[in-house]
């Protein structure tokens, strides 16, 4: 079994140190599915729905973007990491959800997963603010890791 990476010899919390790790090309995509329901889907146009409070799939997108870059203030154990890309889109599965695509790049020593899933979740979370006053029956129902590439423990992908 492998042993929690965060925690040194004496069972304590620590920040994993990459100081000898090579830099490589790292990315990440993550998803996150978001039951809006039928009330709320009846304001999408096709493109987006609009509100009140202005566009709600593009503030969603840029959101997750700033979640992605915010992640190590967020997360205490990740590794501050400058992003070479970070991509977000929104795509109607049905009548009722949506589902979520973040993808992150660094060339780093530490991979970009919790960026990717910080992305997923933080434009989730706008999804349901901005929507909330539609309806507050908003459900994120899966927040995932679907792929990663580089590093050391390789590559992978979701069944």
């Known amino acids: 079994m492998n042993s929690f990476t965060h925690l040194d010899g004496k069972q304590q919390p620590h920040m994993v140190d990459v100081s000898e790790k090579q830099i490589t090309r790292r990315t990440a995509k993550a998803q996150a599915i978001v039951k809006l329901g039928k009330e709320v889907m009846a304001a999408f146009d096709g493109n987006d729905i609009q509100s009140k409070k202005g566009p709600v799939f593009h503030t969603a997108i840029l959101a997750g973007i700033q979640g992605a870059k915010k992640t190590s203030d967020l997360i205490p154990l990740c590794h501050p990491l400058p992003l070479t890309k970070c991509h977000i889109t929104i ?48 459900v994120i129902e899966n927040i995932a890791l679907q792929e990663k590439t580089g590093g050391k423990s390789g590559d992978y992908k979701a069944q």
């Open 91 to 138: 795509d109607k599965m049905d009548n009722e959800r949506i589902r979520i695509e973040a993808e992150a790049i660094t060339d780093g020593k530490t991979g970009v997963e919790m960026e990717a899933l910080s992305a997923a979740s933080v434009a989730a979370l706008t999804l349901y603010d901005m929507c909330k006053a539609i309806s507050k029956a908003i």
